[in-house]
Every structure is written in C-alpha cells, then in structure tokens.
C-alpha cells in the first residue's frame, strides 16, 4: 500500500511518500529517519519539503501542496493525507480555524481544493492530531492507551488518545492543550489572555523579543542574518539559547512551567499515562526542559505519585508526514466510497 502524507505547517510543508502492507510495532524506530528507512514496516519512498505561503492565500498554499505531492510521486498512491495547523473538520475535509497561515478565513474546503490538483483522494486532520497518531501507532506512544501529545512550534497543539483510540471531540478540537489558561490575567496572545501558547508558542515567544522597530532583539537578529532566514525559525531559537541570550533563556524557562502547568491540569482531569513532547521547537528543547516540566507538573498534580511519564517524539520531524499517512489509511478505510 502506497501512501502520502503532507505535514502542512506554519513555515514548512513536509511531504513523504511511504510504502507498507501493515504496522509491525516490534520493529525499533530508527536512530535517524530519512528516505530509505524503515519505521514499524512502513518505508519512506521519498520526500520533499518547500516553504509555506507567507501571505498568499489559499489557493498559493493548495498549489504548494499539491506541487510536493506530484514531487514524490503519485503512481499507485491509494490516499493523501495532510495535517493542517488548525481547527478543521475532518469528515467534510473543511478548515474550520487556522490562527497561523495568513489568507485562511474558515469554511474553505482544502481536502477537496488539493484533491483536484493532484488526481488521488485527499483527506484532513489537525496536525497535531497526526502527529500524535504517528506516536502512539509507530513511535514514542508504543501504544500506550491514554497519551497526550504537546506539540511545541509557531502556535503550542495537542492531541489526545483515549482508551487507544484518537479523542477529536464533537467539534475537532479535544486535546487542545495550547488554550488551556496558564495564568489568570497572563500574557496576551491570539484569542486568549494567559494560554499556554502565549507563553510556549514560538510565534508569541518571537513578538516579545522584539524592538518596536520590528526588529529581533539580542542574538536573534544576528543569526537570522547569519542563516539567511527571514523568519523567526525553531532552529534560530535553539542557536539563540545555546549562545547564552539571556532573554531567550528566560522565555524558555518559563515555556517549561507553563507546559507543566497544563499537562498537570489535563492529567489531573483526564488521568493520562503518558506525555510525547514534539513539535519544531519541542524537537529541540525537550532534553533540555523535560526535568523541569515533570518538576512543575508535579508540583501541580493532585496526585503526583501517578504522574505520567514525559517522553521526547522519536519520529523527530516526520511524525507528522507519517501521522498523516496513516491518517489517510484509516478515513479511506471508513470512507462510504472505498
């Protein structure tokens, strides 16, 4: 069975085609994945990554899309499948919410608008949610029934698994641990006053470090320019943080309470076993702030002797191309037409 998977972020897209007959979960992950490797019995045939359409609209950012699928090609491909940072409706394939692309207004109908470009079925789902179904199927998750994934990058996302199976929620966004409330009166970011993204997002993180120019303040600027990145990156962020900026630093220690803060909140509500921290940002800073997560959450859990345990994405940044797949694989099986 041939598969593609789009991951569909807020600057990259991420595009795999893989190849497999069924999940095999005593294959061990790979210590690094690329095309040509093998996870639980699904190959990665090929790739392709572009920029996302800064500010072009829908239509630029269907077109992108659908030039990476024709990129890694649609010969026997049964199903596409994209993650998209938003609030969608996965059975009419219809973006509902998209805080972080530019141009996306709500009720767009994407699955069908990139279906016609590239000739195959296409079907939706949050990012995160993909994502996080790649961990529990194929990575970190190891199949763990009660799992919630934080996905840290431009915005903070969640997914949740409830009793082995992905929580949607009757309106698609269960899980949603990005605006859960932090602090009362907090930070002010998006739609929310204190959430957890404005204090762990990296689009809200990279607005309080800067001038009122416009310009990044500290190490930020100087790498931008030293990478040649127009945009605030997860891998400037990390290169700013290793260089010892103390506003950076500070940010980020206070992205780890925060993070614990809410999955303590989650976990005392829903009693979760364990915890996959990924994303872009997520990817980089998890060794780093993981102690600190599991000391706040901790001190924030009713009952901290079940804590559950916090654990790093092992699929690094293909969970969400791969979540996506097989995404795709499910929805086509319980399409009425397959």
Known sequence: MRLIGVDLGGTKIQTALIEGDATDRSQPVPDEIGVGSTVAGWTIVAEDRTATPASEGVQATAEAVAGTIKSVGTESVEAVGIGFPGLVDHNAGVILRAPNLAGFDGGEKFAERVSNLVGLPVFLDNDVNVAVVAEHQIGAGENVPNLLGVWMGTGVGGGLILDGKLRRGPHG??????????????????????????????????????????????????????????????????????????????????????????IASLTNALDLERVVLGGGMGERFAPIIMGQVERVMKSHMMLPDLAPKIVAASLGDYSGALGAALTAKELLGASPSS
């Open 173 to 262: 966004y269960a899980g949603e641990i990005g605006f859960l409330v932090v602090k009362w009166g907090g930070r002010k970011y998006g739609p929310l006053d204190g959430s957890l993204e404005a204090y762990a997002g990296r689009g809200s993180l990279g607005d309080h470090l800067k001038t009122e120019s416009g310009e990044y303040m500290g190490d930020i600027q100087d790498i931008m320019a030293e990478k040649g990145k127009t945009t605030l990156t997860s891998s400037v962020f990390y290169k700013a943080y290793e260089k010892g900026d103390k506003s950076v630093v500070r940010l980020i220690d206070r992205a780890a309470q925060a993070i614990g803060i809410g």
